[in-house]
């Protein structure tokens, strides 16, 4: 069995690994296969540890690396400010949850 690395930048937000089955939602349900899947054109992003189940991700991607890792990149403060990006999330998921706070930039290595 192989493991892959890829190294995210998304200005999202990094939930517990069950956050969203405690809300009723199977995120590996067809609705949301776009987001995990990375469909061309598609911008927002589910990213779910599922080799040791400590978080699950939503977000705005910026960008991605896999094995050579990055380049130098610039992130501008204009990509999405945080309410364009807590509709995003209403209208993915239908609902709002103030506990989970702004959205942030998050830098790190998912393996899979």
């Not at 069995?1 to 200005?11: F, N, P, S």
């Amino acid at each position: 069995m192989g493991v892959d690395r890829t190294d995210y930048i998304v200005y999202g937000w990094k939930l517990p690994a069950n956050y969203f089955e405690t809300k009723g939602i199977d995120i590996w349900g067809d609705k949301f296969l776009r987001y995990i899947e990375g469909w061309e054109g598609e911008k927002y992003t589910i990213i779910k540890d599922g080799m040791c189940g400590k978080y699950c991700v939503f977000g705005l991607m910026i960008t991605q690396a896999n094995e050579e890792g990055f380049e130098f990149f610039e992130i501008t403060n204009d990509s999405l400010s945080p309410i364009e990006l807590t509709d995003k999330f209403k209208e993915v998921f239908g609902f709002t949850d103030e506990s989970i706070g702004y959205p942030k930039h998050l830098v790190f290595t998912h393996w899979s």
